[in-house]
């Protein structure tokens, strides 16, 4: 037997395994990354994925909860994890293109292989009732009439309600002031009690104090109307298009997964989406089910990444 059959034989026999094992993926648990404490939102979102994709995939796929510095703990986390399949992130625009805008944190958007989109998360415009305005433009005009102006918070600085309410004070050139909280839970209570004027919030929680009264809805940043708040019309309704702006979530992975792993993974994400009793769950949360192939799932976070950015340098913030 000559040199070169027994080398290719044994360069043969070192990469069967591999081979084997690309074939036979998924062979263990996968890490289903999530940025937030249970129970919250990103519970409500991730455990159906999970579930659904556990089926498909045949391995239990189980929820890692790594919250802190607006999901960069976990999206960090992802980036620099193996490229193997087995760890996968329940990503949002908050980590992935809105704290890269402004600092450092180890990760871009190319760190990550993006599996697919799987919906947005809207905003609702509400003010306290005892705010005299029906509009945007009634609202920018009362800014301007009061000494103080308006005031509006958001459950942190940096925060995609942060910038969304930044946005609006350039649009209609108002007069308000930002109001940082340790999350929006408190934010929405100062609110209802009239101790701030103005935010920006997902309707999942807000919906109930808008039909009770206790809060006004003025305008939703989606571009068509809310089911659940049918009345309320949106932003470019009211003349502000470029106020169009929702939570993107995705599910992605470390960057350089192997193509046929990558392949599966995505394949699993669309048809879970595609499965009713999933959808039914996610919407649930308020979110608006929406499968994005992997290349419109990486081009949305990179755009938006530009646009906060393009956000943050217009608006001369110091987010840091």
């Known amino acids: ?9 044994a360069a043969g026999a070192l990469a069967a395994p591999w081979v084997r094992a690309q074939k036979a993926w998924p062979q263990q648990p996968i890490k289903f990354v999530i940025g937030y404490p249970p129970g919250g939102g990103g519970d409500g979102v991730g455990r159906p994925l999970a579930l659904g994709l556990e089926r498909n995939l045949g391995v239990p796929v189980v929820l890692d909860y790594r919250p802190g510095a607006g999901g960069a703990i976990a999206a960090q986390l992802v980036a620099q994890s193996a490229a193997d399949g087995y760890t996968l992130y329940l990503a949002d625009n908050g980590a992935i293109s809105v704290t890269p805008a402004y600092r450092s944190v180890g990760y871009r958007p190319a760190d990550f292989s ?11 415009l509400v003010a306290h009732p005892g705010v005299p305005a ?3 433009r009634e609202l920018a005009a009362l800014s301007h009439a009061r000494p103080q102006g308006l005031s509006y918070a958001s459950g942190g600085v940096g925060s995609i309600p942060h910038l969304e309410g930044e946005m609006l004070r350039m649009a209609a050139r108002m007069n308000i002031t930002h109001v940082a909280y340790k999350g929006s839970g408190q934010a929405s209570t100062d609110l209802i009690a009239g101790t701030v004027d103005l935010a920006f919030f997902a309707p999942t929680g807000i919906v ?5 009264g206790r809060l006004k809805a003025l305008a939703v940043t989606t571009v068509q109307r809310l089911a659940a708040l049918p009345a309320v019309p949106t932003v470019a309704e009211l003349g502000f298009p470029t106020l169009q702006a929702t939570y993107m979530s995705g599910v992605l992975a470390p960057r350089n997964l192997p193509a046929p792993v990558f392949d599966r993974l995505s394949a699993a994400l669309a048809a879970v989406l595609a499965d009713p009793e ?6 649930g949360t308020g979110l608006l089910v929406a499968h994005r192939a992997p290349a419109q799932a990486r081009k949305a976070f990179e755009d938006d990444l530009g646009k906060w950015r393009d956000l943050i340098q217009a608006a001369k913030l110091k987010l840091d």
């Open 134 to 136: 029906r509009d945007i």
């Open 1 to 9: 037997m000559s040199r070169r059959t027994v080398a290719a034989l």
């Open 278 to 283: 999933v959808v039914r769950n996610l919407e």
């Open 208 to 212: 109930q104090h808008v039909h009770s």
């Open 114 to 124: 993006y599996i697919g989109g799987i919906g947005e998360l809207p905003m609702v």
